[in-house]
């Protein structure tokens, strides 16, 4: 079952401006993580951040966790042609799920940047 | 290391036939997972492992689905027999401490069943 749930689905923007997507979820968690994935490839891990940290930062990305609001965000800043790609939260299975250890995925967001 | 290996990279296959797609994990991973995705449900977990044995296979759609992990270096997806609806792009990935850190992922094998 998907916990995590990003939007917008699609977004399209020019080369240089910043890009926003949201994610939100419905368990108490532990962590969350963002991934990206180019079109035809496997995913690939972005940024994790846990659950008792508000801020996470890396190059150009920057990554915000609420939990009071079961959400998070990831915001890319001066994006490139070659950010264009989808991107993925996910969840551990939260802290009722005793010793599971798997991720809940979101549908994504299929980011557009355009030169 | 060069990463989770997946074989075959595309696999067309008629509609009755077996299909094994094959996985190699990071070396000193010890969870591996296998997902399916597809453009109408997304990202859908079908197994996971934790030093070889089978945890959750929750996600396994029906009993045509089976999966396996002789040792901590390879793992099988086996569909018997396959359907159409079994069309997707089928991904192994492994971590060391399962959702609680980053996973890796394979290239992904694409089955097209016709």
């Known amino acids: 079952s998907q916990q995590g749930e990003e939007d917008p689905q699609a977004l399209s923007i020019q080369e240089g401006e910043n890009a926003t997507m949201n994610c939100s979820y419905k368990?108490?968690?532990?962590?969350l993580q963002w991934y990206r994935q180019n079109s035809g490839r496997g995913l690939v891990h972005l940024i994790l951040?846990?659950?008792n940290e508000r801020e996470k930062h890396s190059g150009r990305l920057r990554v915000t966790l609420d939990t009071s609001k079961k959400s998070s965000s990831l915001l890319i800043t001066a994006s490139r042609a070659a950010d264009t790609a989808s991107y993925f939260c996910?969840?551990?299975?939260?802290?009722?799920?005793?010793?599971?250890?798997?991720?809940?995925w979101g549908l994504g967001t299929s980011l557009a940047v355009n030169p | 290391d060069a990463g989770v290996i997946q074989s075959p990279r595309h696999e067309v296959t008629e509609m009755g036939q077996e299909v094994t797609l094959r996985c190699k994990p990071i070396?000193?991973?010890?969870?591996l997972f296998w997902y399916r995705q597809t453009m109408m449900r997304g990202l859908e977990l079908l197994i996971y492992?934790?030093?070889?044995?089978?945890?959750?296979d929750s996600g396994m759609p029906e009993d045509r689905f089976s999966a396996k992990m002789p040792n901590a270096s390879f793992s099988t997806l086996k569909i018997q027999p396959s359907e159409p609806r079994d069309s997707a792009v089928y991904f192994c990935?492994?971590?060391?401490?399962?959702?609680?850190?980053?996973?890796?992922f394979g290239q992904g094998t694409r089955l097209t069943v016709v």
């Open positions: 996910a969840t551990d299975a939260g802290k009722d799920a005793g010793n599971n250890r798997k991720l809940i």
């Open positions: 368990t108490s968690i532990n962590n």
């Open positions: 492992f934790n030093n070889n044995v089978p945890i959750d």
């Open positions: 951040i846990r659950s």
């Open positions: 070396s000193g991973h010890d969870y």
């Open positions: 990935a492994s971590s060391n401490r399962g959702g609680f850190t980053e996973a890796f």
